[in-house]
């Protein structure tokens, strides 16, 4: 797993890449602290090389979401595919995070 | 059939992965063609494994020494069987209750991941603990 | 240590070199990050290895019902040890004499890719014949 | 293993990717033996794209090779990277195949 954020005008642009999931969750766990406490208006997580999730790396993004909409902001997913989308449509994530292709 | 054999930590829930989703390809290549795992298949498959083994490294080997964990995998003609043994804690999964979705959890998704996926989900407590998952394709 | 079992046929090749290559990525992982395999490292190793079970997929159980392979990977503190077992026939590794390569052959390279990219090839023949291989990294 | 064959100008461009070793070589002889066939003055091969090579491979190309060159024609490999640069290079194929980025 690998991680990069970029600001883009009012947007905070967290991109992962590669597997996010028990082992390596806890590795984003600061970085996403980070973007929380910032209380962004808008943050697209960019997860078009994600190659897998579990629910552990799902746990690690609903409480980014969480803390960023309780703050007013809203979280937009882009490039969902394979098996990381699997399970956010199976986790019924699809209503709760706008997802964009 | 299949066999892969290796330590209880997480880090070696990649290699045991990366054995399903590539033994999901093979089942295509022998089966000659007419009936094989899709890549949805292989996703699913791989998601419920991935759930299972997260939950021997965290809970099964929890206050213990990580022991060893044995993942076998058998095609039959339509249908993959898997089978996840272990020597840690048992639980009894029939005691665990779905995740309430729209609460937004962020943990406790594991079994309905594996349940949700998976056609055949069943365990046997006992040394080692047998988890048997199959899905047919 | 990391033990797959597998049917000796071609198509279980890549599951095979799935296992290895993930395996490096653990190495790394558990090592602490102070010495860790490179993707070079990697390359090479998964190149030997798949070369080792080409031989027994297509020589070994030549004429013979295909076996079970046997893929053992263990990592010391700066070294892979990879050990390959299967019951195919048994051959005498020191009668292959090594590729004339400016002649551009286009077969009898395998033994030449195995010796070059490990540091250790040492052949037992037997039931089962074990090939070990070993390279520090 | 995939592998698809484009005509530009002078030049068929083959493109193989994923594995291309003793399982899957064999399903590519037939499509080599075309382009052989043809007798081009220009064999483009883009290996960007292939993750994987063994022996029986670089057994398949290298014949390719001969019947292509001894019909007077030249071989071109692109995008050579990875395992497969590393089999090239200890072949000492760099040296018989032009190599390109
Ligand atoms: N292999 C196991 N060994 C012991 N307990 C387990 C095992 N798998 C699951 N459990 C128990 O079941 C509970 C629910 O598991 P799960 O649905 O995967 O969610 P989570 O692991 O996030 O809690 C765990 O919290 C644990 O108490
Ligand atoms: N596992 C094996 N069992 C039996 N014979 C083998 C085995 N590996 C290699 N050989 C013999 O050694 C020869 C050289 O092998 P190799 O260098 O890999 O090239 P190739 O397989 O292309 O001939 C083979 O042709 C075969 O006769």
Do not use: W
Not at chain 2, 35 to 63: M, T, W, Y
Not at chain 2, 91 to 101: A, E, G, R, T, V
Not at chain 2, 109 to 132: H, K
Request: glycine fraction near 8%; charged fraction near 25%; hydrophobic fraction near 45%.
């Amino acid at each position: 797993m690998t991680f990069s954020k970029t600001i883009q005008g009012d947007t905070i642009v967290f991109r992962i890449e590669g597997e996010l999931d028990a082992l390596t969750a806890p590795e984003l766990r600061p970085a996403l602290d980070e973007v929380a406490n910032d209380k962004p208006k808008k943050v697209t997580l960019d997860l078009s090389s994600m190659r897998i999730i579990d629910s552990s790396g799902v746990g690690a993004l609903v409480s980014l979401f969480k803390r960023v909409r309780s703050a007013g902001g809203d979280v937009t997913i882009v490039g969902l595919q394979g098996q990381p989308l699997a399970i956010f449509k199976l986790l019924r994530l699809d209503r709760v995070f706008a997802l964009e292709a | 059939m299949i066999q892969l054999r290796f330590p209880g930590l997480l880090p070696y829930r990649d290699v045991a992965l990366r054995v399903v989703s590539a033994s999901c390809k093979v089942a295509g290549k022998l089966g000659g063609g007419a009936h094989r795992p899709s890549k949805d298949f292989a996703d699913q498959v791989v998601s419920a494994c991935g759930e299972a083994l997260n939950n021997i490294f965290i809970h099964g080997f929890r206050n213990l020494p990580p022991g060893e964990v044995v993942v076998e995998i058998e095609f039959e003609p339509k249908r993959l069987v898997l089978r996840i043994l272990d020597d840690g804690h048992s639980f009894d999964p029939s005691l665990i209750p779905p995740p309430d979705l729209d609460g937004l959890p962020e943990s406790g998704m594991g079994l309905f991941i594996i349940r949700s996926f998976m056609d055949v989900v069943s365990y046997q407590p006992g040394r080692p603990n047998t988890l048997l998952l199959a899905k047919s394709f």
